[in-house]
């Protein structure tokens, strides 16, 4: 009997087939005591598992490219923690097994964190799976993961980590589910990258009986169990109907009326460039620079390497718009000679700009080098700063950029609450604004973007971050200077029009997202958009934002 479960969907298509749960093992090894003369090697097993698991997330990394890689190279540096090596030896030193060490050093970094309300308290499945990746090798058993099937399948999981999203086969997963997670989640953002509906925060996502044949609407967050003849053919006709749509759509991003959207790609480095200029984007507007810092958490790249990794994306767009984030460290991205290991809080510590500042040989050789890569490329460059709170980061950040010589626009992300209320301020120092639509719900509601108990406030939908847009982009029309977005809420087509009805100027997202998010922006008047923004404006919650916008959108 077909029964209909709801999550929350987070990247679209509908995927029709059947249930495989990732592997499961038991990690968890016995708590025996060692001799005190075998303690040295038992913490030589341990540092040896360690960096072995260290370079396979980077192999991984390197093996997955673009996002993917960054995402795992954080991973590694986790692995590497070495205040997490120190506890693991510590235990090993009273008695513990290496296996039994490492197990509860992450154990006790996990509940600490958690009790702190810690940003990377949220990472849980980050943590945990570099924790039984470590345990697992040291155990010499199998790690959980990807089932193994020659049928295409739909995966089940309470939750993926980035090192099994990365390297999923399209072509085998068909889409898949998990119990926890949010909208702004690894995983989710992963999803989007591999074009793969995806639904997250499914309660009971894991008691979908293996081979029960689910329809996924990665769009909706609907599960439909056992779906009738009927549903699947309602499913399959509008997924068609979607691609048709897809395929007819070309073109600058623009309303129907022919009020131009630009539609730009978030690229994570080089390697994410093809996919973006396959799905049209009109530029960058958000060039994460972080994956070239992650290579060596000891010491920043040099500048020659720099401005070869900068040069290679901005050839990509000849008289494009390409909008570069400096380096974002701090919080749940740590580099060891960057951002100090003792902060109670990291997310309200020393991150972003505020790490740059406090390192500006760093911030000063990162600018010159966009400015040698910007050097006779056609280019429209935009470099903006994150975590600007006030106009006095922005002022900072303007001048950093003035001394190094660089000639482009200069920005701020508009990431924490303060930045938002008083934007007219910050736009007195710098040329434009770039809404982080993820870290700005995050601090707007006190939510963990990573943790799926609160993930309808991650929910872009929000009427009070909503406001926070609208805020913006008037102070940014006000001045006479641009306001976009380039958090994950612009992938939602139907957000997309939103935010042009709240007077956001250009949108970036995934590449997978673009042909999307184009087809709908084209079928709607720039007055419809803006109807639909003050109907989503004056509801109270995220479901019924969306659906008074869905209903002037529709025509209702």
């Not at 072509?171 to 074009?195: M, N, Q, Y």
């Not at 507007?285 to 020659?304: H, Y």
């Not at 935009?382 to 950093?400: C, G, H, N, Q, S």
């Not at 956001?504 to 639909?532: D, F, N």
Request: aromatic content about 4%; some cysteine.
């Amino acid at each position: 009997m077909e029964t209909t479960l709801r999550g929350v969907g987070v990247s679209h298509g509908v995927a029709i087939g059947e249930v495989r749960h990732m592997g499961t093992a038991v990690l968890e090894p016995p708590a025996k005591q060692i001799p005190a003369d075998e303690a040295e090697r038992e913490q030589g097993r341990a540092r040896q598992a360690v960096e072995a698991v260290a370079a396979d997330l980077i192999a991984r990394g390197n093996l997955a490219g673009g996002e993917a890689q960054a995402v795992l190279e954080a991973q590694a540096l986790m692995a590497q923690d070495p205040e997490l090596m120190a506890d693991v030896e510590r235990r090993i030193a009273v008695g513990s097994t290496a296996e039994r060490g490492v197990y509860d050093a992450f154990a006790a970094y996990r509940a600490l964190l958690a009790g702190a309300g810690e940003y990377l308290a949220g990472r849980v499945a980050d943590l945990d799976d570099v924790r039984n990746r470590i345990v697992a090798r040291l155990l010499g058993v199998p790690m959980p993961g990807v089932p193994d099937s020659d049928e295409p399948y739909v995966l089940i999981a309470r939750d993926l980590a980035p090192a099994d999203t990365a390297l999923l086969d399209p072509t085998l997963v068909l889409g898949f589910v998990t119990e926890e997670g949010g909208p702004t989640s690894h995983s989710a953002i992963l999803a989007r990258a591999l074009g793969v509906p995806a639904v997250v925060a499914l309660p009971g996502a894991g008691e979908l009986v293996e081979g029960t044949v689910i329809a996924v609407d990665g769009s909706t967050g609907e599960i439909f169990v056992e779906p009738s003849a009927e549903k699947r053919a309602e499913l399959e006709r509008a997924a068609a109907e979607r691609k048709a749509a897809l395929a007819a759509s070309s073109g600058p991003g623009a309303t129907s009326d022919g009020h131009k959207v630009p539609l730009l790609a978030n690229v994570g480095g080089p390697g994410d460039v093809a996919a973006a200029v396959e799905a049209g984007a009109e530029g960058v507007g958000l060039f994460r620079t972080e994956f070239l810092f992650l290579d060596d958490s000891k010491q920043a790249p040099a500048e020659v390497k720099q401005v070869e990794a900068y040069r290679k994306v901005l050839e990509a767009f000849p008289e494009g718009r390409v909008v570069v984030r400096v380096l974002d460290a701090g919080a749940d991205k740590p580099l060891d000679f960057l951002t100090p290991a003792d902060e109670p809080n990291p997310a309200l510590g020393v991150r972003g700009l505020r790490t740059l500042l406090d390192h500006p040989d760093v911030l000063r050789t990162q600018l010159t080098a966009l400015a040698k890569a910007a050097e006779g490329l056609p280019v429209y460059l935009e470099v903006m700063a994150p975590m600007v709170a006030d106009r006095i980061d922005a002022k900072a950040f303007a001048d950093a950029c003035r001394e190094a010589g660089l000639r482009a626009k200069f920005g701020a992300m508009v990431e924490i609450p303060s930045a938002a209320l008083r934007a007219r301020s910050i736009l007195q120092e710098v040329e434009f604004l770039s809404l982080g639509t993820n870290d700005l719900a995050q601090y707007t509601f006190a939510a963990d973007r990573q943790v799926g108990a609160v993930s309808r406030l991650q929910d872009p939908w929000q009427p009070a971050l909503l406001d926070l847009v609208a805020a913006s982009a008037e102070a940014a029309k006000a001045e006479g200077k641009s306001c976009g977005v380039c958090g994950e809420a612009a992938s939602d087509p139907e957000l997309a029009c939103v935010l042009t009805g709240l007077g956001v100027t250009s949108l970036s997202m995934g590449a997978a997202s673009i042909p999307y998010v184009r087809a709908t922006l084209a079928k709607h008047t720039l007055a419809q958009c803006e109807r639909a923004a003050a109907a989503a404006r004056a509801a109270d919650t995220a479901e019924d934002a969306r659906a008074a916008a869905r209903a002037v959108l529709s025509g209702e």
